[in-house]
């Protein structure tokens, strides 16, 4: 018999579909509401159904047709989409499911299953414990299961009352035994009618229990847990939770959860099925490792419970709560574990995920204000240093916007008051981020400080170096190395000389080391680099400003080293692309925000294309060749430098050789990547700028720094293998002089969330709204890097709860309102919370 007809005679055997009573509909429904709420807390990884969830998806189909056509899954299947893609099917999901019912759908009255909740708590017995009793010293659980129990990160009797269920069985959703349908999870119930050992798996054996309910028979396989078939009574009720299976023509589960039933808690109708009478209840499962059962976590979770709650201390006042709904703290960790309802585990986690988003925003309000307060900052006085910036701005071919003459105003105004600057800068790509830095920096070296810039990487250090030595018309300083140190007028200054020093890793010792000096001695008055000029070995005796470029790839220590400087200098941080409002709330809660939203004037939208066949391939290379023609210039980037044999991407090396004697072999070609040194580098750009080249093939090298008004076509080679951001910060070096711009997008890739990508950037020319889109793809764990984004530090909370966040900050904002730490520590309670969760979380919030 084949596949389909051996799925077609489980089915009949098991009445999977046709024998279904009138709540099948309410049956399925709630039984994908767990299943999603399952995957969710799974992360999305396709593991909360045994084979994935699209053969789930299929059945649910038959009663819910158009779950397919939800996108993003419509034409394609659940395995294929990403975490992201997948969240977002599933929250659409579950808001359809919500406004079709109008309510929580309630399905029959079936059995409460007791819980396993001692009679009362004894307060004797939590007398010697506090929340931060470490798990060793929790006497009451087992000893053996306390080394288990800290492979899972618990380490004390407060994290043990946090070890929060990843999902809970719902025994008010029991199906009848001659209902279930293979392959899925499902709970049963029945009468014991054979309990016995059997020497089979792994030692000792295994345990096997018959139940029968009136209308089928069911198996339930205990490997390695002989132990069982004494403690399951013939004639005894029990309810087992598991995927079905089959063996022998028998419907069966293979270690599934388990619960005993009271004896009142079912009876038999007439036809002899077994009935069960009350409300079901819903039993937590818990993340769990090798050796450890879930009713050894249950155990130890339910008895830290009994000692722990008592012992929570509220700390969110009664006219906070009153003013949102939240329930109170004790109640909500309860409810976590044991709720009575759906409701009540909603509301549980609303109240514990804003805790979550609460402290955060408390957190970083109040790192700004304590830096706020400090009247240790720097002075950049503005009689000196507005001259300076307005004679560079007057000596620049464009003139600024009207976002970029504000910003500055307001970032001169920051330095000029003495208290510490913390602000970040954001904007769209080429709103001009970079000009208003520099602008700044020479601000600071006018006032007698140094000024730094900082770039994640050290291709952008170099590239930033050529960028504002050629805006300042720096040239060589005799008897220094060229490469790395240059001199240039102060604008406004006449006579007066600024030395401008890159120092980056793969300099020559020698180099390094002089750059060093001079960084030490206060001979360097603008320094380029990369993160490493925070390290101690680097002496910055003057610095008045540090500007970081492309914060979010820097990392929260190397941030916070700056803040530990005496005295503080200000800080800049600069996004090359606009920030999500969510990670603006949260990463960056600690700074002023200013954001870049207008363009300089004449510029025209980019028009983006895909050519992902051989006759766009060709259009494509036509339009380079027409622009050419009428005496414009083009781009051609490529992911990689040279061939891989392990990534199948477009290298600039081969490109270069094979553009120049193919398509392009009429045109004068360049090439750029990041292992030429930067004379080589200075001089291809200065060859494209002059119009020496027609055509620049290069790496990502050129996503910023680069500014070619000439340049009206934007070629992105293999462009799956880039990120969004990238792709839009690529597209974003042409336009820049008034002229019609193009950005083609060269990729023929399949993969789902590469074409979402390029859809997006096809879709989309505003920035705001592709950051928005790269975090619904990525998450913020990839969109920011793990440690940086801090969402991984948050238990309950996710990316998606966006309004209790906004009611955090708001709430947080309240407590700062005059400027101070008064509002916080007028609640005790609240202010010891804080401080207990930042020093916890120290990389978080240093």
């Known amino acids: 018999m084949n596949e389909g ?14 024998s279904k009573s009138d ?28 084979g994935g969830l699209d053969r789930f998806i299929e059945r649910s189909a038959e009663s819910m047709p158009w779950i397919r056509d939800i996108e993003p899954l419509r034409g394609t299947s659940y395995a294929v989409l990403q975490p ?12 359809r499911l919500r406004s079709e019912s109008g309510s929580e759908i309630k399905s029959a009255p079936i059995p409460k299953v007791t819980p396993k909740k001692p009679a009362a708590r004894k307060k004797s017995s939590s007398a010697k414990y506090t929340l931060d009793t470490p798990l060793e010293e929790l006497k009451f659980i087992q000893k053996a299961t306390r080394p288990k129990l ?46 016995e050992s059997a020497k089979i798996g792994p030692p000792p054996g295994a345990a096997k229990i018959l139940i029968n309910d009136g209308t089928g028979l069911l198996e339930a396989t205990f490997f390695r847990q002989a132990y069982l078939a004494n403690r399951f009574k013939l004639g005894g009720f029990v309810a087992f939770s598991g995927e079905i299976g089959a063996f022998n023509n028998r419907a069966q589960m293979q270690n599934p959860e388990y619960d005993q039933l009271s004896a009142n808690s079912a009876k038999s109708n007439s036809n002899g099925e077994i009935q069960l009478t009350h409300a079901g209840n819903l039993l937590p499962v818990y993340p769990s490792t090798d050796g450890l059962v879930q009713r050894s976590i249950r155990t130890a979770t339910r008895k830290s419970l009994d000692i722990g709650l008592p012992l929570l201390e509220e700390f969110l006042d009664g006219d906070l709560k009153q003013r949102h709904s939240f329930i109170g703290l004790e109640d909500a960790v309860e409810s976590m574990h044991y709720p009575d309802s759906a409701e009540k585990q909603f509301q549980a986690r609303r109240r514990l995920a804003f805790d979550e988003l609460f402290m955060y925003q408390l957190a970083a309000l109040k790192k700004k204000s304590e830096w706020q307060n400090r009247r240790d900052g720097i002075e950049i006085e503005g009689s000196k240093a507005r001259p300076v910036v307005e004679s560079f701005l007057a000596s620049l071919e464009f003139e600024l916007t009207e976002d970029q003459k504000n910003s500055l105003e307001r970032l001169l105004d920051d330095m000029a008051s003495g208290v510490p600057m913390g602000r970040l800068l954001q904007g769209e790509v080429g709103s001009g981020k970079t000009i208003v830095a520099l602008s700044c920096l020479l601000a600071v070296n006018s006032s007698g400080y140094q000024g730094a810039l900082m770039a994640p990487t050290e291709v952008l250090a170099e590239q930033h170096f050529l960028s504002i030595a050629n805006q ?11 490469d790395a140190v240059r001199h240039a007028s102060l604008p406004g200054k006449g006579n007066r ?9 793969s300099l020559q010792a020698s180099i390094k080391k002089r750059i060093q000096q001079m960084i030490a001695e206060g001979e360097a008055d603008l320094i380029i680099g990369t993160h490493a000029l925070l390290q ?25 080293a700056l803040t530990r400087r005496e005295p503080p200098p200000h ?25 870049l939203k207008i363009l300089p004037k004449g510029r025209k939208p980019i028009i983006t294309s895909l050519a992902n066949s051989n006759v766009r391939e060709n259009a494509a290379y036509e339009l380079v060749r027409r622009q050419v023609d009428e005496g414009k210039q083009a781009f051609v980037v490529c992911p990689l430098i040279e061939p891989s044999d392990s990534i199948e991407a477009a290298s600039a090396v081969q490109e270069f050789d094979r553009l120049s004697n193919g398509e392009f072999r009429e045109l004068r070609v360049g090439l750029l990547h990041g292992r030429m040194n930067l004379a080589e580098k200075q001089d291809v750009m200065d060859r494209f700028r002059q119009k020496a080249l027609d055509v620049l093939v290069a790496t990502p090298v050129i996503e910023v720094g680069v500014d070619i008004p000439n340049a009206t076509v934007m070629m992105i080679m293999s462009a799956n293998r880039f990120g969004l951001a990238q792709l839009h910060q690529l597209r974003g070096r042409v336009g820049r002089g008034g002229s019609e711009s193009s950005c083609v997008l060269m990729s023929n890739t399949h993969g789902t969330t590469a074409t979402e990508r390029i859809q997006a950037v096809l879709d989309h020319d505003d920035g705001f709204k592709l950051a928005e889109e790269d975090l619904r793809i990525r998450g913020p764990g990839d969109y920011m890097g793990t440690r940086q984004s801090g969402w991984d530090e948050l238990k309950v909370a996710t990316i998606d709860d966006v309004d209790l966040l906004q009611v955090a900050r708001r709430e947080a904002a309240d407590l700062f309102a005059d400027g101070t730490l008064d509002g916080l520590e007028s609640n005790p309670p609240l202010s010891k919370e804080l401080e207990r969760v930042t020093s916890s979380q120290i990389t978080e919030f240093s």
Do not use: C
């Not at 509909?25 to 992360?43: D, S, T, V, Y």
């Not at 000389?497 to 890793?505: E, F, K, P, S, T």
């Open 5 to 18: 007809g051996r799925k077609t005679a489980r089915r009949s055997r098991y009445k999977a579909t046709s």
């Open 23 to 50: 709540s099948a509909p309410n049956r399925a429904i709630n039984a994908l509401k767990n299943i999603l709420e399952l995957e969710r807390k799974l992360e999305f990884t396709d593991r909360a159904v045994m």
């Open 84 to 95: 992201g893609q997948r969240h977002r099917w599933a929250s659409a999901v579950i808001g």
């Open 150 to 195: 800290g492979r899972l990160g618990v380490t004390n009797l407060r994290e043990m009352t946090r070890l929060f269920p990843n999902r809970h069985l719902d025994y008010s959703q029991v199906t009848k035994i001659g209902e279930v349908i293979f392959g899925e999870q499902m709970t049963v119930a029945g009468r014991v009618v054979r309990s």
């Open 472 to 482: 300042l018309g720096a040239e060589s300083l005799l008897g220094e190395p060229k």
């Open 497 to 505: 000389r600024i030395n401008m020093v890159l120092l980056i890793g």
């Open 536 to 560: 101690e070995q680097v002496s910055i005796p003057k610095l008045g400003l540090a500007v970081v470029d492309e914060q979010h790839r820097f990392g929260v220590e190397q941030r916070s």
């Open 571 to 595: 800080l800049l941080a600069m996004s090359a692309t606009p920030i999500p409002r969510t990670l603006s709330l949260t990463v960056y809660g600690d700074l002023d925000i200013t954001t």
